[in-house]
């Protein structure tokens, strides 16, 4: 009966898609792990009536260590953040003052959006963070997507469960809900503007909103992004948060 179940598991005109969830995290894995990256990114956040813009500098050596600098609005040019392992550092030019962002600070929104300091330190790597199962198939925009329930695997994870909708095509997760232990949506997130750079996918739009703070909506967008680019080891040091 198990031969006569895979024979027809293997003739079913689904079998070509078939994939485990712990596949699926392993292309999420290697598709976000890279020797170095530069980047130039567009931040818009939208609090009720008001919008604010950001314009970054970003840099990243690996998943532990994150650089960036923002050059625009006028008022906030010359704040830089420092992330290295678990540590964050911002560099405060108004006050000329390096701050460490640690305990509650870390679930505050970066610069007042929707991305919290928290999501910023997240290292853990999805497979060994979480675990799940495929729920459906189902189609977003035109792409055929797996829906899949996760679960972390340990009470160090930030969201303790995720609602994921990954493309079959590029493997990138175009939507996200967050939950919080009680089953609390906290956040969804998408990503969109799916591009191939340096033989990896990478959407160059993410937006995030708060489902807990109404009408609160973050939107990310890269300008430019590359792989694989030779980085200063001091733009990695506190030295150069106060350069």
């Given amino acids: 009966m198990k ?4 024979t027809l598991a293997l003739l079913s005109p ?5 994939i485990t969830v712990d596949e699926m995290l392993d292309h999420f894995d290697k598709n976000l792990t890279y020797d170095s990256r530069e980047s130039s990114v567009r931040m818009t956040v939208v609090k009720g009536g008001s919008t604010k813009t950001y314009l970054m500098h970003s840099f990243g050596r690996g998943a532990e260590e994150m650089a960036m600098e923002y050059l625009e609005p006028a008022r906030d040019k010359g704040t830089k953040m420092l992330k290295k392992s678990d540590e964050l550092w911002m560099w405060l030019p108004s006050v000329e003052k390096t701050q460490k962002i640690s305990g509650h600070m870390l679930r505050q929104g970066m610069m007042g959006s929707d991305m919290s300091y928290e999501d910023l330190m997240e290292q853990s790597t999805w497979r060994d963070a979480y675990s799940g199962t495929v729920v459906a198939e189902e189609t977003i925009e035109g792409r055929k997507v797996w829906k899949v329930d996760l679960k972390a695997k340990d009470s160090t994870v930030s969201y303790p469960r ?5 493309d079959q095509s590029s493997y990138i997760p175009l939507k996200q809900e967050l939950y919080a ?4 949506l906290l956040k969804t997130w998408t990503m969109s503007d799916i591009r191939e750079v340096a033989g990896r996918q990478f959407a ?12 609160s909506r973050t939107e990310i967008t890269f300008e430019s992004v590359a792989f694989a680019v030779p980085l200063q080891e001091e733009v990695f040091s506190t030295r150069w948060l106060e350069r």
């Fill in 3 to 6: 031969f006569l179940a895979l």
């Fill in 162 to 166: 995720r609602l994921i909708w990954v």
């Fill in 14 to 18: 689904g079998f070509a898609r078939a």
């Fill in 181 to 184: 232990l009680s089953g609390m």
């Fill in 204 to 215: 160059y739009k993410m937006v995030v909103e708060d489902q807990v703070q109404k009408n």
